[in-house]
């Protein structure tokens, strides 16, 4: 088993950043793809980027390309999700999960692991 615990949300203006932060324990998750999806109020959840186990490939929701940065750290078990030039269109719930690999990084069916969720408020 894997668990995913997710810091580094909160409130902030339009235009600022963040930094999301992703701690596996458990297992290590050095083998394993990551990602991080949102959730806002009356929506879907959404892919947001994912990495490989590497890190010598990301993949960005068309969103957040040249605002989102993700990076991870295997001897830390930690993957980071930095957030700049925020705008309230972010304001969600941020998910980080961990994949095996199967299926596209893209879809939230491919993710075996989930944290509990992290909020993000921008205000305008």
């Known amino acids: 088993q894997v668990q995913l615990v997710e810091s580094g949300g909160g409130l902030v203006q339009t235009g600022g950043s963040l930094r999301l932060s992703c701690v596996a324990s458990?297992?290590?998750?050095?083998?394993?793809?990551m990602g991080w999806f949102r959730q806002a109020p009356g929506k879907e959840r959404e892919f947001v980027s994912a990495i490989d186990w590497s890190g010598g490939s990301t993949y960005y929701a068309d969103s957040v390309k040249g605002r989102f940065t993700i990076s991870r750290d295997n001897a830390k078990n930690t993957v980071y999700l930095q957030m700049n030039s925020l705008n309230p269109e972010d304001t969600a719930v941020y998910y980080c999960?961990?994949?095996?690999?199967?299926?596209?990084?893209?879809?939230?069916?491919?993710?075996?692991?989930w944290g509990q969720g992290t909020q993000v408020t921008v205000s305008s």
């Open positions: 458990g297992r290590t998750t050095s083998s394993y793809a």
């Open positions: 999960a961990a994949t095996t690999g199967g299926r596209s990084v893209y879809t939230s069916l491919a993710y075996d692991y």
